[in-house]
């Protein structure tokens, strides 16, 4: 009678163990498409950001180009380097983003090598692009424009304008 309970219980254990194995399974199979399906869309977004840093940026500098570049975990790249064309792969993810520019006229630079007011208007040009790719209900702005001088103001109030529609502005 024992033996027989105990075939009974190391039956039903060893199927909920199946039971178990299979179900992993699928998690991993459903792991593996949330994560592809998280990358491509952050991918997307990714690019959608860069596409728009960069148009806000011709807006405010008049000309010049301005790229975002992805850091791979463990990658050591040069940012001085004077082309775009060597971005990292991103199929593998990233450890953070780094900002490169071209003002008109100069050669390309990362962000902490611009003057006050480049890293002014840069930083807009990023706040801006943000704002267009993924609008927020309201945002508050304190003394954006305190670095610029008036030709930059009104390149800013134009923007802020044209963004009006999507999202509210305390300024």
Known sequence: KEYQETKERFEFLSKQV????ACIQGLVVVVAELDATIRERSETAF??????FNQFFKRLFQGG????IEIQPGLIEDTQDETFDDAP??????AGIDIQVMPP????KSIALL???ERALTSIALICAIMA??????VVLDEVDAALDESNSRKFAEII???ADKTQFIV
């Open 18 to 21: 199946e039971d178990l194995h």
């Open 47 to 52: 690019r959608s950001l860069d596409r728009e």
């Open 65 to 68: 180009e301005a790229k975002l």
């Open 89 to 94: 792969d991103v199929s593998k993810g990233f």
């Open 105 to 108: 006229g100069k050669r390309c």
């Open 115 to 117: 003057s006050g007011g």
């Open 133 to 138: 790719t993924n609008p927020s209900p309201f």
């Open 161 to 163: 304008g044209s963004l």
